[in-house]
């Protein structure tokens, strides 16, 4: 079985875009591919987290993984920080990465100039550890949003660089990106994307907004100029709400277009809110209903798969550089 590697960091609850995105797709995976899905407390910490409220959310994030489908007897959930090999790795791909493509990662300019208080180390250094969260797995595939493509394509320069430095060790990974739910950008702005540390709670649906503040939100979500409900190029806003509508409903947009022919602004929002919160409310259902121990038990089980391939990973590749 080929493997599918990707993960999503615990800050804050996750949202419509992580969802569309991403854990759709790792959800239809996990059938075909060997997966491991990974929470990567790690990253988050580049950003500063209050411990008490990061503890919860990593449990949050792995209630979240199940609650929308990802299935533990199929798919290996696991912590990152629970296989010390992510950050040895990490280090290790830090000695052939180079500083200039390091500076030319969007992410990084982008979130520099949103924690201007706190540019460390690890922001700048945050695509490393995700190319060792990748590489140490031998995954064929990532499957991820748009955002993360430049991330997989530096994993794959310096799985080629190091494969060519010291023989075949790493499989070069190709990002997997669905065409449609890539890039779900926010409510309140449809020329940036949908984000969780979004100055504003309209940006975002989250997974656990109750469906009436989500109803809300979509109310008073962006609209474009005109009054006919299509997408288009020159409709983002609308194109947005389309895709979301279609991904959530499994109605293709066309369809989604015809039924409200003739119809306005309000009747189409009416129905996207009945559609999201419709999904909202069996998600949470299945969420709330998961008990902390059993999930921490799979976190558990999951770790320890994880550790066992990393381990062996890691031993290769000290051999190859000659680390005793
Ligand atoms: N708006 C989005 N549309 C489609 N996919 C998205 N993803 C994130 N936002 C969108 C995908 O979700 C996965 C996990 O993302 P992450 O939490 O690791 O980090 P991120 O990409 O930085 O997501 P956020 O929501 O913007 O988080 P914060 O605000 O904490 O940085 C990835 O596969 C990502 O592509």
């Given at each position: 079985m080929k493997r599918a590697v990707s993960g999503v960091q615990p800050t804050n609850n996750l949202h419509l875009g992580n969802y569309l995105g991403a854990i759709k797709n790792w959800v239809e995976l996990q059938d075909s591919y060997d997966s491991l899905y990974c929470i990567v407390d790690l990253h988050a910490i580049t950003i500063k987290q209050d411990p008490k409220v990061l503890r919860q959310n990593v449990l949050n994030v792995a209630k979240t993984y199940l609650a929308l489908g990802i299935n533990p007897d199929k798919s290996t959930i696991f912590v990152q920080?629970?296989?010390p090999q992510h950050a040895e790795l990490a280090w290790v791909l830090n000695t052939i990465a180079k500083l200039g493509e390091l500076e030319r990662m969007t992410q990084f300019k982008d979130k520099a100039t949103q924690h201007k208080e706190n540019i460390n180390m690890g922001l700048f250094d945050y695509p490393v550890l995700m190319s060792a969260d990748i590489l140490?797995?031998?995954?064929e595939v990532v499957p991820v949003g748009e955002d993360q493509k430049q991330h997989v394509e530096l994993t794959r320069d310096l799985a080629e660089r190091f494969n060519s430095s010291?023989?075949?060790?790493?499989v070069v990974p190709e990002p997997l990106i669905k065409k449609e739910g890539a890039r779900i950008m926010g409510?309140?702005?449809?020329?940036?994307k949908m984000s969780?540390?979004?100055?504003?709670?309209?940006?975002y649906v989250s997974l656990l907004d109750s469906p009436d503040i989500a109803a809300k939100k979509i109310s008073k979500a962006v609209t474009d100029s005109g009054s006919t409900i299509e997408s288009g190029k020159d409709k983002p806003a609308l194109t947005n709400l389309l895709t979301i509508y279609s991904l959530l409903s499994g109605q293709s947009i066309k369809n989604i277009e015809k039924e409200y022919t003739g119809k306005g602004y309000a009747d189409f929002k009416k129905g996207l809110a009945n559609t999201v919160t419709e999904f909202l409310s069996d998600f949470q259902a299945k969420f709330n209903a998961l008990d902390d121990n059993k999930v921490k038990a799979i976190l558990e089980e999951g770790n320890k798969k994880a550790r066992a391939i990393a381990e062996a990973k890691m031993t290769d590749v000290k051999t190859k550089m000659g680390l005793l």
């Open positions: 920080s629970h296989v140490l797995y031998d995954p010291y023989g075949k060790t790493f409510l309140d702005d449809p020329s940036k969780k540390s979004a100055s504003s709670a309209n940006n």
